[in-house]
């Protein structure tokens, strides 16, 4: 794969002149542009054996990207612990009120504890009696949707404060990663066999 990726770095300088963005390349045998970190980490080995011949040189440039922890990927398909909390309890008036202690039965404790102070804040249940009940008949669970966004982008476009925050939360950590931009070098060709002295050398020494 290596010698296939590496005639598709020779053949795409040959016809661009300058590869911009090798995100934009798609590995050979992969259906997606190459946008993960480990598929950048792939192309650098390629890239560095090409260097190593002068046959291209390249920048490197730094981009910052976000994944979710176990904790984020769980709310991300299931929802977040205030959601879960109210979609626990009944309608105020339609039902009968769900006391802490069966909250925590039927959704876990680290829900329960940490659902319902976030689902108070958003004005979503409240307290009857010795229960709880919905406060409002549906909710927008942005915290799911936010986490949804940064699993499939890798940022989030309502910005640093919000991702700060779920960085705090431990729900999402903060990646580091590279891409890359490759000109032709003074030995460029689009053939990837290696000079005679190569083999001679290598031969000699097999």
Same mark, same amino acid.
Do not use: C
């Given at each position: 794969?290596?010698?296939?990726?590496?005639?598709? +770095?020779?053949? $795409?300088?040959d016809?661009?002149? &300058? +590869?911009?963005?090798?995100? =934009? *390349?798609?590995?050979? !045998?992969?259906?997606?542009?190459?946008?993960?970190?480990?598929?950048?980490?792939?192309?650098?080995?390629?890239?560095?054996?090409?260097?190593?011949? /002068?046959? +291209?040189?390249?920048d490197?440039?730094?981009?910052?990207?976000?994944?979710? =922890?176990?904790? !984020?990927?769980?709310?991300?398909?299931?929802?977040?612990?205030?959601?879960?909390? @109210?979609?626990?309890?009944?309608?105020?008036?339609?039902?009968?009120?769900?006391?802490?202690?069966? *909250?925590?039965?039927?959704?876990?404790?680290?829900?329960?504890?940490?659902?319902?102070?976030? #689902?108070?804040?958003?004005? @979503?249940?409240?307290k009857?009696?010795?229960?709880? &009940?919905?406060?409002? !008949?549906?909710?927008?669970?942005? #915290?799911?949707l936010?986490?949804?966004?940064? /699993?499939?982008?890798?940022?989030?476009? #309502?910005?640093?404060?919000?991702?700060?925050?779920?960085?705090?939360?431990?729900?999402?950590?903060?990646?580091?990663?590279? @891409?890359?931009?490759?000109h032709?070098?003074?030995?460029?060709?689009?053939?990837? #066999?290696?000079? /005679?002295?190569?083999? $001679?050398?290598?031969?000699?020494?097999?």
């Open positions: 794969m290596s010698e296939s990726l590496q005639k598709l +770095i020779l053949d $795409t300088l016809s661009q002149s &300058v +590869i911009k963005d090798t995100r =934009t *390349l798609t590995i050979p !045998g992969e259906s997606q542009p190459a946008a993960s970190h480990d598929s950048q980490i792939t192309i650098l080995g390629a890239l560095n054996s090409l260097l190593s011949r /002068e046959m +291209i040189n390249y490197s440039h730094e981009v910052f990207s976000y994944a979710l =922890t176990p904790e !984020g990927s769980q709310i991300a398909k299931e929802g977040s612990h205030e959601a879960r909390v @109210w979609a626990a309890l009944p309608v105020k008036g339609q039902g009968k009120p769900v006391t802490p202690v069966e *909250l925590k039965k039927q959704v876990g404790d680290e829900t329960a504890k940490v659902g319902q102070g976030r #689902a108070f804040k958003n004005g @979503w249940i409240g009857d009696g010795d229960g709880l &009940v919905k406060l409002v !008949g549906s909710i927008k669970d942005t #915290a799911k936010e986490l949804q966004e940064i /699993e499939t982008t890798g940022d989030l476009k #309502a910005g640093e404060k919000i991702l700060a925050d779920l960085r705090k939360r431990k729900l999402v950590v903060q990646r580091k990663g590279q @891409w890359f931009t490759v032709k070098g003074p030995n460029f060709s689009t053939s990837t #066999a290696k000079p /005679e002295t190569d083999l $001679t050398a290598d031969m000699l020494t097999s």
